[in-house]
């Protein structure tokens, strides 16, 4: 039934995504933060944006979607599975090593374009992508998830001197800005504002959007810019959907114990506040 | 009448344009290091790609080039190539195993007077530890122009150090990764050659066999994979193996024909010529290899010296019955 929500299915499926990436947080655990901040934002593209699915995932003309920081994969990995480029009872394999779903992301998974894991790669990648389509003509756009904290690396402003300088207007740079990196706040140990100052320097054409409105999203995903790639800010909330743990630097990556999984499952269901006690892994 | 790829007249931009023009998958790019593709951008359009001096971002975007079907032909500085974008090799050309070509310039003694920042002296070294990756040091020109074909027709990443150099030697053998060329026979001394010291090589060769001394050549050129039989027959039907590399000893050929003889549970005499854990003094190349001792002269003096010190090694060919200037 219309309850005149354009985004129920998307908002139905952004849950199914964060209960995956819960699941993943126990036996091994994951980068939980990093996951849920920009689960909305995938939920969003597969949903809206790309043209891509499991039927077009090596059509030279489908629209390319790298994540960068990989990190955050779960969120990709419950994406994907949701979107049916793979069974979702194979994410129960997390962790497996006779299956291909650990820690960052990689080819092996159907609809994983490129592995990733060291930071600052896949912007450079992406834009051989792009570039190549570009001289073969192609309509179809190239997105690439950045970390903010990403951002650090020298290679990420190199590129996008490169990618401003060959006019690389059918990539898309998402920036997953939920302020942290690793451990610390971004704005404590190197700061990035004013950051879209920043990307407009480096000839970005910038949009600066709230990552969990798929309203937002829509609009700042909705317009090209000829002759410029493209930065969007999405402003996120690390470990967003599940407040005990959002915005917190010490839950960046976790290994829950069931019960808290357990308790977790019924908070991002509204229904109680979780109570932790594992103590948080610090693994950088 | 042997077979060639390439016409007396023809330059290693020439055949890549050659090649470029036969195949369309092929895209040149560049770190802003055209000398030698300075006529391409205007004849490749959108196909030669000069990323300016952004080493790690040009080879991320070849593995994305290629990702795509392409075969990116990169072009740079030996050691910022190789040592600047080394993880981006590594992580996005290497994992994959992606048929991205990497061509270094200047690479060891040919860096000349530009100082230590420009010696790729570990370029083998470190690019034989990515899994996959084929390493080809031409002897000269001639050979570079016959394996540039055979390397962007391999699936495989490749790197080869750029050498233009005319040849010392006309080279009897076509190309092919994993063979050597044996360029003469012997029985008492190997030499080992990688790259452009061939040249050197073949006047030692000469000095020494003026002596007596039955002296093998083998120019191995293909550095991954190397040439095991060759090494393996070098070290079985000779009494000493000379590796000769613009190199530092650790890592390069010296340590790839360590590997070969342990595999294969061979062992002989070696005599490493390379650079033994320092960089060498900047100057032009011929006062380069007069100061540390690779001209022809001083390698064919510095085996005269090692058999001398071990006469064990070839006792039936006393080394006071061929005196030795050592100055």
Redesign the interface.
Known sequence: MNDGDPFRDLETTALRVREHILRMSTDGGCFIGASLSCADLLVYLYGRVLRVSPETAND?DRDYLLLSKGHDVPALYGTLAEAGFFPVERLRNHLHPADSIYWHPN?ALPGI???SG?L????????????????RGGSNRVFVVVGDGELNEG?MW??M??AS??RIDNLVMIIDRNEFQANIRTEDLIPLEPLADKLQAFGFRTVSVDGHSFGDLERGLSLRAEGRPTAVIARTVRGKGLPSIEARADRWFVNFTHEEVASLMAELHGQAQARLTSETLVVR | MIATASAPAETYESLLLRLCQAEPRLIVMTAENRAAIRSLPEKLG??F?D??I?E???????????????V?VVHALATFLTMRAF??IR??VG??GLPVKLIGGVAGFLSEANGPTHQALEDLAILRSIPGMEIVFPADEEEMLRALPVILASPAPTYMRYNARKAAVSHPAGFALGKAEVLSEGADVALLVAGFLLEEAVRARDLLQAEGLGVRLVNLRSMVPIDTEAVLQAARETRLLVTIEDHFQTGGLRSIVAETLLDARVTCPVLPIALDKHWFRPALLQNVLIHEGFTGARIAERVRRHLAVQPDILPSIHPTAHPVALS
């Open positions: 030279p080819r374009e490129f592995h060291s600052g790669h896949l912007l450079s990648v992406s834009m051989g992508i792009a570039l190549d389509i570009k001289l290679s190199e590129a001197l490169v300088a060959k | 959108g196909r790609i990323v300016g952004c790690q971002t040009m080879v991320g975007m070849a593995a994305g080039l290629a990702l795509r079907g392409r990116p993880e981006f992580t996005d994992i994959p």
